[in-house]
C-alpha cells in the first residue's frame, strides 16, 4: 500500500514538473472582462452570497453585508444554497464568496453563477478566504468572476481574505503538536477593516462606472488543477464513514456535504461521489464521522480549535 500511494504521490508530482516548462513563457492566461455595458451606477439593493464550511467566508460576507447597509444599501445576504437564483437578475449588485479550495473556487460555486439567469450587465464582485499564503487565491477568485461574466455581469473587484487554516490534514497525527499555530490570530481587527475598506472599493467602482479586468496568473498551483488534485488526494483516504454508537442524527453533514454524498439512514458516504470539502468531518457536533488519511484518523476543524484553546474573533457588527 505504501510503495502504491508513494509512486501516486511521485507520479502528480513529476506530471506538474513536466507541464512548468510548457506554459512557463506565458505570464496570464485569458483575461477576464465585460461582455455588456454596465447597466447601472447606483446601488440600492445587493446580494450577498457564500459558500463556507468552517464558518470564516460567512463572517468575511456578513461583515460585507452590513457594511454595505451602513453604505445605505438594502442587503439580501446568505449561503448560496439559501438564496432564490431566479431573483438574482432583480439586484444591483451581486457579491459572491468562498473558500479557496484545491487552489480553486469550489465547484459547487462555480455551478452555482454558471445556472445564474442573465445578469444584463449587473455589476458583480469576488471574494475568497483562504488559509495560506500559497493557496492560489487570485486565480480562485478569478474563477467566481470568470462564471459570473458568463452570465453577463460586469466584474467591479475582487478580494482575498485570510484566516487560519481549516485543513483537516495540516494538523493530522502528530502535526497538532506544533504551537503557536500559523495564522490562529486571523481574522484579526485588521483583517475585518480590510472586508469593510473592499465594499466600500465595490460601490465606488460602481459609482464611477469603472468595471474592471483581470487575468488568472500561471503559477505552479494553478497548474495542479489541471491534474486532479482532489482525485490524487483522495487516493490517500483508507476510511470514511459514520461512526452509527456516536452519531445523533442531527443532518449537519447532510447540510454541509455540496456532494450529496452522506446517507443517514445507512451511516455510510459515497466516496466516488465525495468531493473531499471536509465539511461533515469539520462541522459534526457529535465527531461521529471518521476519515482516516494515511493510516491517521483525522479530526475536523472546531474540534481541532478546542484542542488549541483557539477562538476566533468576531467583528463587533456581528455579536449582536
Not at 477568485?141 to 485570510?162: D, H, R, T, W, Y
Amino acid at each position: 500500500m505504501d510503495g502504491r500511494r508513494t509512486f501516486l504521490k511521485k507520479s502528480a508530482m513529476a506530471s506538474v514538473a513536466l507541464a512548468v516548462p510548457t506554459v512557463a513563457g506565458c505570464a496570464c492566461l485569458d483575461t477576464i472582462r465585460a461582455k455588456v455595458p454596465l447597466k447601472t451606477r447606483q446601488v440600492n439593493r445587493a446580494l450577498v452570497v457564500w459558500y463556507s464550511q468552517t464558518g470564516s467566508t460567512r463572517r468575511y460576507g456578513r461583515e460585507l453585508a452590513a457594511t454595505l447597509q451602513n453604505e445605505g444599501v438594502k442587503v439580501t445576504a446568505g449561503n448560496l444554497r439559501e438564496i432564490d437564483q431566479k431573483t438574482a437578475a432583480s439586484y444591483d449588485l451581486l457579491v459572491v464568496g468562498a473558500p479557496v479550495f484545491y487552489y480553486d473556487a469550489p465547484s459547487v460555486v462555480q455551478q452555482w453563477a454558471l445556472s445564474l439567469p442573465d445578469l444584463g450587465g449587473m455589476p458583480v464582485a469576488a471574494y475568497v478566504s483562504f488559509g495560506g499564503p500559497e493557496g492560489n487565491q487570485h486565480n480562485a477568485a478569478c474563477s467566481i468572476l470568470e462564471c459570473l461574466v458568463q452570465k453577463n455581469g460586469v466584474p467591479m473587484a475582487q478580494k482575498a481574505f485570510m484566516n487560519i487554516g481549516s485543513y483537516p490534514l495540516s494538523w493530522a497525527g502528530d502535526k497538532i503538536k506544533k504551537t503557536p499555530w500559523k495564522h490562529q490570530n486571523l481574522p484579526d481587527r485588521q483583517t475585518y477593516e480590510q472586508v469593510r475598506q473592499y465594499a466600500r472599493h465595490v460601490l465606488e467602482q460602481v459609482a464611477k462606472g469603472q468595471p474592471a479586468e483581470f487575468s488568472k496568473k500561471i503559477t505552479l498551483r494553478e497548474i495542479s488543477t489541471y491534474f486532479g488534485p482532489i482525485w490524487w488526494t483522495k487516493r490517500s483516504i483508507e476510511k470514511h464513514y459514520i461512526v452509527k454508537d456516536k452519531c445523533i442524527a442531527c443532518g449537519t453533514c447532510v447540510e454541509k456535504c455540496p456532494a450529496q454524498a452522506i446517507d443517514l439512514a445507512s451511516h455510510s458516504v459515497n466516496q466516488e461521489a465525495c468531493v473531499l470539502c471536509f465539511g461533515c468531518l469539520n462541522n459534526c457536533p457529535a465527531q461521529a464521522m471518521y476519515m482516516e488519511y494515511d493510516g491517521v484518523r483525522l479530526i475536523g476543524f472546531h474540534e481541532f480549535l478546542k484542542l488549541k484553546n483557539i477562538q476566533i474573533m468576531e467583528p463587533a457588527e456581528l455579536k449582536s
